[in-house]
């Protein structure tokens, strides 16, 4: 089976041993919401105010929609 891993914090911090299956489903919501929002024309300064996320983030996530 494959796992996509999402990882929506500075990589440095990232623990692939401790990322919990609840912490992933958040981290692909948090995709999924950044994905549409986008896809309603919003910018990425935009989304990261909207989602409270800082700005860096939500640029790190690579958008299939656009």
Known sequence: MVIDIFVLYDIS???????????????????????????FGLSDEQIAEVLELPLEIVKKVESDVI
């Open 13 to 39: 911090f990232l623990n692939i041993g401790s990322i919990s299956r609840g912490k992933r489903s958040k981290d692909k919501n948090k995709i999924e919401r950044i994905d549409k929002l986008r896809y």
